[in-house]
């Protein structure tokens, strides 16, 4: 049930700012900016579990600072032995997938919206959709050698459906794999691979799926081919508009593609950039996100921080907006019915009662309002992970690697 707020609502009048030859790799760049500062809680009843902050009246922010928040539901998982527990996140029915990380991989456990436990599944990375979840599964036991699948869960976690997105293992020597959400619901696939006959040249292969986890093109677009034998990192995205990015390493430079909806070119780019340049890092591996943004470009989050953004259908980067900038540490999920973004915090930090901030910020980066998270007389911890799923539940884990959550129902939805 939507009640009235469980917190105090703080008001304020503060206003939110809102191919050239290779070569070898530019030395590393520093941070894109200095990070905002950190939010600092408003003074609240001493049993406030919420707090919310309206700290801009303009239109740009109308609709996007809720008025209430519902009880939070707890949720509680048992773990397999020597795993840490993660995030949560829901799907758009309300069910609730938490997370645990152990030497085999990232498993995942449903409940349903009263908080019951339901059925444990693996995979990773894990995307929502309108109803259940997508995901990506590498079976490096499979015959012959690893093998990727994408799987499509049932909203109570049942297996509803697999497909393979990598060749056979004896034909091509598989190099990597990514699995990105689109933001109208289903997922871009990104494979490279090295043909185990002739000349051994790479390619890239990519396809998309809808929110049932069924494949929306006949056959996998396949593009990038070169003589090159390996491909050490590569990551896809689709944008707000439908189009879809590929990024991928090619010696010290990155090679670049952009297809439509039905998998045709639409801009490409070769040895466009430094890949230190657009990483932060001249190391060969990297944790690679494209991120959607309002105005259908793609952020760029490299091992943890958002580093460079990719404006639609542009083959190089450019920097990131300043608001973003500012919290590139923080995660980002579109909020409120697309009406603005919520920015949600890294784990790990050191806070009182467990205290996190959630902004909101209009499509512009103009910061609108905040909801605060606490652990009334839980005392200090490291802060666990917060996420926002696609029906704008919004989930805390309670301390960083533990394995109990609080889910505000739909918080975030329109």
């Known amino acids: 049930m939507r009640t009235a707020l469980p917190a105090v609502l703080a008001l304020s009048l503060a206003c939110g700012g809102g191919g050239p030859a290779p070569a070898p790799p530019a030395a590393i760049p520093p941070p894109p900016g200095a990070p905002d500062p950190v939010p600092t809680p408003p003074s609240a009843a001493p049993s406030a ?31 397999p032995a020597d795993a840490t527990c993660g995030a949560a996140l829901s799907d758009g029915t309300g069910q609730v997938a938490a997370s645990a990380r152990d030497a085999g991989g990232t498993s995942w456990q449903v409940f349903d919206p009263g908080g019951a ?19 990506l599964v590498q079976d490096d036991a499979a015959p012959g050698g690893p093998a990727v699948r994408v799987v499509a869960l049932a909203s109570d976690g049942a297996a509803a459906g697999a497909e393979a997105v990598s060749s056979d293992p004896a034909l091509a020597v598989l190099r990597g794999a990514s699995l990105a959400g689109d933001p109208s619901g289903g997922a871009l696939a990104l494979v490279a691979d090295t043909a185990v006959a002739g000349n051994h040249w790479s390619a890239l292969h990519a396809q998309r799926f809808d929110a049932a986890g069924a494949p929306r093109w006949a056959e996998p677009a396949r593009f990038g081919a070169r003589s090159e034998s390996d491909v050490t990192f590569l990551v896809g995205g689709v944008s707000r508009g439908g189009e879809a990015l590929a990024v991928w390493q090619r010696s010290a430079w990155v090679d670049v593609a952009w297809l439509d909806g039905a998998g045709g070119a639409l801009a490409a780019g070769e040895l466009v950039e430094r890949s230190a340049d657009l990483t932060g890092s001249g190391a060969l591996r990297h944790e690679l996100e494209l991120v959607p943004l309002l105005d259908g470009a793609l952020a760029l989050r490299a091992d943890g921080a958002f580093r460079r953004v990719y404006p639609r259908l542009a083959t190089t980067s450019a920097p990131l ?22 920015l949600l915090p890294p784990p790990g930090a050191a806070a009182a009662d467990c205290a996190q901030a959630i902004e909101l910020r209009a499509p512009s980066g103009r910061l609108c309002g905040r909801i605060w998270l606490r652990r009334p007389g839980a005392g200090a911890c490291t802060t666990g992970a917060v996420d926002q799923g696609w029906d704008g539940t919004v989930s805390q884990q309670d301390a960083q690697g533990a394995c ?11």
């Open 49 to 79: 579990a919420l707090t919310i902050e309206r700290l801009d009246a303009s239109g740009e922010c109308a609709g996007l600072v809720p008025d209430g928040a519902p009880e939070p539901v707890t949720l509680a998982r048992a773990a």
């Open 321 to 342: 907006p300043g608001w973003l900038a500012g919290r590139a540490g923080w995660s980002l999920r579109f909020t409120r019915g697309n009406a603005g973004y919520a």
């Open 404 to 414: 109990s959550w609080r889910v505000w129902p739909r918080l975030l939805a329109r």
């Open 117 to 135: 436990p339901g059925r444990t599944f693996r995979a990773r990375p894990l995307l929502t959709q309108p109803s259940g979840w997508l995901g």
